[in-house]
């Protein structure tokens, strides 16, 4: 939780006694790859803080095609987006979840429920800073960018955006994740590798 808790130093300072408090809504799971945590047309009710291991979020379309969402790993970034699993438009709209979220290698997380969560924040008005910085960061911010670079970009570009923000990601991710993240067939992928050497 030490890296965690750095994190979130970056935007607010916390005592000892306010990070055990933090701490005591989370629970650290374990879980195996090949699981899938949550599918898709259920209500996603919690947020998963990944301590260690790789899991992504994807959706199908009315085709039966997959389509990756995003990638989730703790690994250098830029800025740190892909450390939060969850869907909370699902639970604040009390709707389902059109992504479904599979683990890809055995991984270890912090989770609590977005109730929860949504009640410690309320305790301290430095804890909902942090939470509309972050709202903003992880959700609105990355989201923005994300489906402007699909509609706007073509797939080189998107492809030095992604080496941009994770520049070890094929150290972490295998290509056909990649590829599916970023909107290409493997082919392409393996193209945009050998075009950037």
């Known amino acids: 939780m030490k890296y965690f808790r750095k994190m979130i130093e970056q935007y607010i300072p916390v005592n000892d006694d306010e990070w055990s408090s933090a701490c005591s809504i989370l629970e650290r799971i374990y879980i195996k790859k090949g699981t899938t945590v949550h599918c898709a047309g259920d209500v996603f009710s919690e947020i998963w803080f990944i301590k260690s291991g790789l899991a992504r979020s994807y959706f199908i379309d009315m085709n039966g095609k997959e389509h990756t969402w995003q990638l989730y790993f703790r690994g250098k970034s830029k800025h740190g987006l892909n450390h939060f699993m969850d869907d ?3 639970f604040y709209e009390k709707t389902g979840s059109m992504l479904n979220f599979e683990i890809l290698e055995d991984s270890v997380f912090y989770v609590t429920s977005l109730e929860k969560l949504d009640k410690f924040l309320a305790q301290d008005k430095k804890w909902g800073l942090l939470a509309r910085i972050w709202l903003h960061n992880t959700y609105y911010s990355a989201t923005y960018k994300r489906v402007l670079s699909l509609m706007s970009e ?14 070890f990601i094929f150290k972490q991710v295998k290509s056909y994740h990649i590829a599916s993240y970023l909107g290409v067939a493997p082919q392409t992928l393996s193209k945009l590798k050998y075009e950037s050497r």
């Open 154 to 167: 073509t797939a080189a570009q998107r492809y030095e955006r992604l080496l941009d923000e994770y520049p």
């Open 88 to 90: 909370s438009v699902s």
